[in-house]
C-alpha cells in the first residue's frame, strides 16, 4: 500500500504542477477570448489525460505482476485460486481499506485500526504447515506410484500363474489321450503298472494345481489389497490437497490481496471523479 499510495502521489503532484504551470504562465492578462481559453483547456486536458492514462496503465501491469507471482506460488503448492470480482464493487469493504490506508499514514488512529485488521501480507515461503503438507503430498505420490508398480507385478504374476494351470491341464488332457490310444496295445501284466504311474500321476497333478489354486489366490487377495490401499493414498492425497487450499484461503495473504485489489478501483474510481471536474459540460 506504501508502494500504490508514493506512486499515486507522485501523479498527482505531475496534475497539480500542470494546473500550477498554467496559472503561471497563461493566466496572467485579465481577459481571454473563447479561442483563447478552449487552447488553455485542450492543452491541460491533453496533459491530465495523459498523466492518468499512464497511471492507469502502471497500476494494471502491476497488478498483473503481482497475481503472476502469487498464482506461481500457488502452482508450486498445487492450489486451486478463486476469486470473486464482484468483491470489487463491495462498498463496505471499499470503505474498509480507505480507512484501514488513512490508519496507516495518520499518527492519531493508526494504532488501533491496526490492531483491528492486521493487514499484513506475509509472503508464502516453505515453511509452516504449508511446508508439512506440501512433503505429505509428496510422500503419498511416492506411494501411490509404488503402490502402482506393486500391483501390476501382482498381476503379471496371477497371469503367469493362470498360464501354468492352463499348461499342466493340457498335460494331463494329452497324458490321458495317449494312454486310451496304446491301452489296447498293451500286455495285461503291464496295465496294472500304467494304471498305478497314472493315479500317480494325476495324483502328483492334483497336488500341483491346488498349490497353484492356493497361490493363485493369494495373488488374488493380495491384489485387491493393492487396490484398496491405492484408493486409500488417492483419498489421502486429495484430502492434503483440499485441506493445503483450504489452509491458503485463510492466510492474510489471500484477504489482503483481494483488499489490494479493491484499493485499486476506488483509487481509478477517485480519478475519474476528479477528472470529470474538469471536462466541459455538452
Same mark, same amino acid.
Request: glycine content about 4%; proline content about 3%; hydrophobic content about 40%.
Given at each position: 500500500m506504501r508502494f500504490a499510495r508514493s506512486k499515486r502521489g507522485l501523479r498527482l503532484k505531475t496534475v497539480d504542477s500542470c494546473f500550477q504551470d498554467l496559472k503561471e504562465s497563461r493566466l496572467v492578462e485579465e481577459t481571454f477570448t473563447v479561442d483563447e481559453v478552449s487552447e488553455v483547456l485542450n492543452g491541460l486536458q491533453a496533459v491530465v489525460h495523459s498523466e492518468v492514462e499512464s497511471e492507469l496503465i502502471n497500476t494494471a501491469y502491476t497488478n498483473v +505482476? +503481482?497475481?503472476? *507471482? @502469487?498464482?506461481? *506460488?500457488?502452482?508450486k503448492w498445487y492450489l486451486k485460486l478463486q476469486t470473486d470480482i464482484s468483491e470489487l464493487e463491495n462498498r463496505e469493504l471499499l470503505e474498509q481499506v480507505a480507512e484501514f490506508e488513512k490508519a496507516?499514514?495518520?499518527? !492519531? !488512529?493508526? &494504532?488501533?485500526?491496526?490492531?483491528?485488521? &492486521?493487514?499484513?501480507?506475509?509472503? @508464502?515461503?516453505?515453511? /509452516? $504447515?504449508?511446508?508439512? +503438507?506440501?512433503k505429505e503430498i509428496i510422500r503419498l505420490q511416492e506411494e501411490n506410484e509404488k503402490l502402482k508398480s506393486r500391483l501390476k507385478t501382482i498381476e503379471s504374476q496371477a497371469t503367469d500363474a493362470l498360464d501354468e494351470k492352463s499348461k499342466l491341464?493340457? $498335460?494331463? *488332457?494329452?497324458?490321458? +489321450?495317449?494312454? /486310451?490310444?496304446? &491301452?489296447?496295445?498293451?500286455? $495285461? *501284466?503291464? @496295465?496294472?503298472?500304467?494304471?498305478?504311474?497314472?493315479a500317480a500321476l494325476k495324483s502328483e497333478f492334483q497336488k500341483t494345481l491346488n498349490d497353484q489354486t492356493e497361490n493363485q489366490k493369494s495373488l488374488e487377495e493380495n491384489l485387491a489389497t493393492a487396490k484398496h490401499d491405492l484408493l486409500r493414498v488417492q483419498e489421502q492425497l486429495s484430502m492434503a490437497e483440499k485441506e493445503l487450499e483450504k489452509k491458503f484461503q485463510q492466510t492474510a495473504a489471500f484477504r489482503n490481496m483481494k483488499e489490494i485489489l479493491t484499493k485499486k478501483n476506488d483509487q481509478i474510481k477517485d480519478l475519474r471523479k476528479r477528472l470529470a471536474k474538469y471536462e466541459p459540460e455538452d
Open positions: +505482476l +503481482l497475481l503472476r *507471482q @502469487l498464482f506461481s *506460488q500457488a502452482e496507516e499514514f495518520t499518527s !492519531s !488512529s493508526k &494504532k488501533s485500526i491496526i490492531d483491528s485488521m &492486521k493487514p499484513k501480507l506475509a509472503p @508464502l515461503h516453505e515453511g /509452516g $504447515a504449508a511446508e508439512l +503438507l506440501n491341464e493340457r $498335460a494331463l *488332457q494329452d497324458l490321458q +489321450l495317449e494312454h /486310451g490310444n496304446q &491301452k489296447d496295445f498293451i500286455k $495285461a *501284466q503291464d @496295465l496294472s503298472d500304467l494304471e498305478n504311474t497314472v
